[in-house]
């Protein structure tokens, strides 16, 4: 069974079984400043949890994508992604644990059609120390469940991982009991860091048996479920919140009871064709397979390298299908390593010309069934990375060159060198790290205080180049100039809206015989773009919106008003804020010294005349004004 017939066989077993399947959140959460990504199915689930009533009953179930970036070293191994999706059911303080259990076991053996004898499953052995019981209720069920399957299923008593790994497993046994590192779930973790007032409880997690002769003893010790080794993977775990921390530290039971489980979608397809090897199913197989026709390599000789691209590509078409772009910041930065890494690893394999329009459309076809609900940008997904793919080759080329050549002039490269290389040719600082690990190029010991005392030297320079200017980087503040001025914002609003929301201005000069704007753009603009964005600046001159400014309280101009600024940490606790248009919805609202014309008619017009490179990643748009 391939992995999106599983998704769409859970989802109608949870339905049969009484659920509301919800549709899946965004990868990126709104108003959730505590992570990136969405990095469980439980995450959007939290707040009902936590006993807040959910609209669609006490059942509900979901398949939901998620992304780990702190997985990202690790993937190149045969079992870690960065992006995976997670089957989960609930029962918001309905069903419980035998009925969970029982579910679990009935959709993996006789939906899926796995093995039992290969099924193994952990429980929590309990803690003394705050009076939490050991999960017999659990191990019990799971008993039953067995042997109902024709199955003597024996307990063992593990305690630690480290335990287990000295211990191993003996015959007969098949469910284990570990300690709260292990088998118990809050948001803090373990018993003692379980946080005041939170629910939380013993976890089943379920395991598949790959076969003895997986298990690399020398390296990860013998084998049991919660060892290292590749004989045990993990495919589903199931939380079931029974208790409350209390202000002094101890637990009580909850009178509504909770249950959480999560299934990786990608560990079950695993399990399904018997493989440990999560990239042979076939949510990655057709990109390795497509690899292999491109670079003429096997699988089986590159598997790090092809990993690392299938992984990577996924967790970027994922954020571009959901209308993200690359940056250097947030949510757009961690898109930008996951592509700059594939295509890295793409060189690496002997892949020296664009091919992400070779691997993107068998990633849309893979996740065609994935709702529009989430994949609101599928149409622009391609475009946007082969945009980022263009810009950089253009600055792999020019980094991996100059590198080459400062390693050949010089056996250690420092910190200094590093910097150059981000500086002058946009090269960043782990891109050059990586580079230099994979090249035998060594690094000075103090490389990290080296880069950030040349990144300081550049910013002292950048604040002493600034002194002496007029507000808004303006020459003088003649008729003429201050008309500029607005339209400089006009045509920031413009870029914003039209190319990129993450454009933000890097630089203005103007005077009375034209304005100059830098901003950052990974690609050069068309004419088409620059037609557009003129296009809407003149169309808002000519709707004359009044341009008016107040002061407000930093705090309340960033994050209430969502005016555009560019040193928050710079500016004073009490600024002053430009609006132009409407109130609510205006056309561009900026922190700004001024000054400004009072309506937007009376600039009369703005032209374009030069859109160019000014440093790797910024661009610089020059204009003038069309005067009536």
């Known amino acids: 069974m391939d992995a ?24 990126v959460l709104e108003g959730d400043p505590t992570t990136l990504f969405t990095g469980s199915g439980m995450q959007p689930l ?4 936590l006993g807040e009533p959910h609209k669609d009953g006490v059942r509900l179930a979901d398949s939901q994508p998620s992304m780990r970036m702190q997985d990202i070293d690790d993937v190149g191994d045969p079992r870690h992604t960065t992006v995976f999706e997670m089957l989960g059911n609930w029962s918001l303080g309905d069903y419980f644990k035998e009925e969970q259990i029982r579910n679990f076991f009935e959709f993996l053996t006789e939906v899926v059609g796995l093995d039992p004898h290969k099924i193994y499953v952990t429980c929590f052995i309990g803690n003394e120390k705050y009076g939490i ?7 019990k069920i799971w008993q039953q469940v067995f042997k109902e399957a024709g199955i003597e299923a024996k307990v063992a008593e593990i305690g630690s991982a480290k335990d287990g790994d000295k211990r191993g497993i003996k015959p007969g046994e098949r469910i284990f009991f570990y300690d709260d590192k292990e088998n118990w779930w809050s948001r803090g973790g373990a018993c003692e860091t379980t946080p005041i007032g939170d629910p939380c409880g013993p976890d089943s997690e379920v395991f598949y048996d790959f076969g003895e002769d997986k298990q690399d003893e020398a390296k990860y010790g013998l084998a049991h479920p919660a060892s290292d080794g590749a004989r045990f993977m993990e495919i589903g775990n199931q939380v079931f919140m029974q208790y409350r921390r209390l202000e002094d530290g101890s637990f009580e039971e909850l009178a509504k009871k909770n249950v959480d489980f999560g299934g990786g979608l990608e560990r079950i397809a695993a399990a399904a064709i018997g493989s440990f090897d999560v990239f042979k199913i076939s949510l990655m197989r057709p990109i390795v397979e497509r690899l292999e026709k491109i670079s003429g390599k096997s699988y089986e000789n590159n598997t790090d390298e092809m990993r690392v691209i299938a992984d990577h590509i996924r967790g970027a078409y994922l954020l571009a299908a959901q209308g993200l772009a690359p940056s250097n910041k947030a949510h757009g930065y961690a898109m930008r390593r996951l592509l700059r890494r594939a295509i890295l690893r793409a060189l690496d394999l002997g892949i020296s010309a664009n091919f992400l329009s070779e691997i993107v459309p068998i990633v849309a076809e893979i996740y065609a069934d994935l709702p529009d609900s989430i994949l609101t940008h599928r149409e622009m997904a391609l475009d946007t990375m082969l945009r980022e793919e263009n810009a950089f080759r253009k600055t792999l080329n020019r980094g991996i060159r100059e590198l080459h050549k400062l390693s050949r002039n010089n056996k250690i490269l420092d910190g200094k060198d590093i910097f150059m290389l981000q500086d002058t040719y946009g090269f960043p600082l782990e891109l050059s790290v ?15 205080k080296e880069f950030e005392i040349a990144l300081g030297k550049q910013r002292e320079r950048s604040q002493t180049a600034s002194k002496g200017m007029f507000k808004g980087g303006l020459s003088d503040h003649g008729e003429t100039t201050v008309k500029y001025h607005t339209a400089t914002h006009l045509l920031l609003a413009a870029l914003q809206q039209l190319i990129s929301p993450d454009i933000v201005q890097k630089g203005s000069n103007i005077t009375a015989d034209r304005m100059r704007l830098d901003f950052n753009l990974d690609h050069k603009m068309t004419p088409e773009e620059l037609e557009k964005v003129e296009k809407q600046v003149n169309d808002w001159i000519s709707e004359d919106h009044e341009v008016v400014f107040d002061e407000y309280e930093k705090d309340y101009a960033r994050n209430t008003l969502k ?4 040193f928050w940490e710079k500016y004073p606790d009490q600024l002053k804020v430009y609006t132009i248009g409407d109130f609510e919805k205006p056309v561009s609202r900026e922190v700004c010294g001024g000054p400004h014309v009072e309506h937007t008619g009376v600039i009369g017009g703005i032209k374009i005349v030069k859109e160019e490179s000014v440093a790797a990643g910024i661009r610089r748009i020059k204009a003038e004004l069309i005067l009536k």
């Open 563 to 566: 005016a555009h600024g560019q």
């Open 434 to 448: 990586e580079e230099c690990y994979r090249q035998g190029v060594e690094l000075s010991k103090d490389y990290l």
């Open 4 to 27: 999106n017939t599983i998704r769409k066989k859970f989802l109608e077993f949870q339905e049969k079984k009484g659920h509301k399947v919800i549709a899946p959140a965004p990868l």
């Open 46 to 49: 939290l707040p009902y949890l």
């Open 133 to 139: 019981p050991k999960d017999e209720e659990a191990a």
